[in-house]
Structures are given as C-alpha cells and as structure tokens.
C-alpha cells in the first residue's frame, strides 16, 4: 500500500485548507485510515481517524474544526480543516491499517502564521 498526501502549505491564521490522501497498490484490504501530525519538538499526535464504514474520532483540539471523510470508490480521505490556528502548524501524514500493517504517507507540511 501506498500513501500519498496532497494540499498542504502556508495559510492565515482564521484560514482553511483541504488535505488528501490517495491510497494505491494493494487498496481492498484496507480498513482504518487516519491523519496524523507532527510538529517540531512534540510526539506524533492522531488528529482524526475513519473506519472503512465512515466511523469518525476526533482529537479534542480540532473537534468542530476539521473533519475527516473518506471515498472508497476513489480509496482517499479527506481532511477539511477551518479556523486555523498558528498551533495547528505541523507535518500531516496519512496513516492506514491493511490487515493489521500500518501503512505512512510522506507527510505534508501547514503551516498557520500571519
């Protein structure tokens, strides 16, 4: 399986962007899928997770900000993020379960700042 991200980059504090994830390669066992991010100096944190039939998590710090969907018939998710924060300025990567593998994108980075 591979994970490849799109849609990062710069954007205001307030502002919004729309990351991707296209899955390939060995596609039809894939189950969870998730957004992870990083940023310097922290430890990797889920941002929000979608099982295969659309059951979303959320980490408390973007709940009613972001939201994560996901198109099978195209094997990508989504995140939708809005009202960003300086805070929210991290590498994001793509995270899949394939029969119990973990699978990982590159990442991409946002990066919130006026």
């Known amino acids: 399986v591979q994970l490849v991200e799109y849609g990062g980059g710069p954007v205001q504090p307030g502002g919004a962007l729309r990351l991707s994830c296209a899955a390939s390669g060995n596609v039809f066992d894939i189950d969870n899928m998730a957004w992870y991010r990083q940023s310097p100096g922290k430890l990797r944190e889920l941002v929000a997770h979608i099982s295969r039939v659309g059951i979303t998590n959320y980490a408390n710090s973007v709940k009613g900000r972001f939201t994560i969907s996901r198109d099978n018939a195209k094997n990508t998710i989504y995140l939708e993020m809005n009202n960003l924060r300086p805070e929210d300025t991290a590498v994001y990567s793509c995270?899949?379960?394939?029969?119990?593998?973990?699978?990982w994108g590159q990442g991409t980075q946002v990066t919130v700042s006026s």
């Open positions: 995270w899949a379960d394939s029969m119990g593998d973990p699978y």
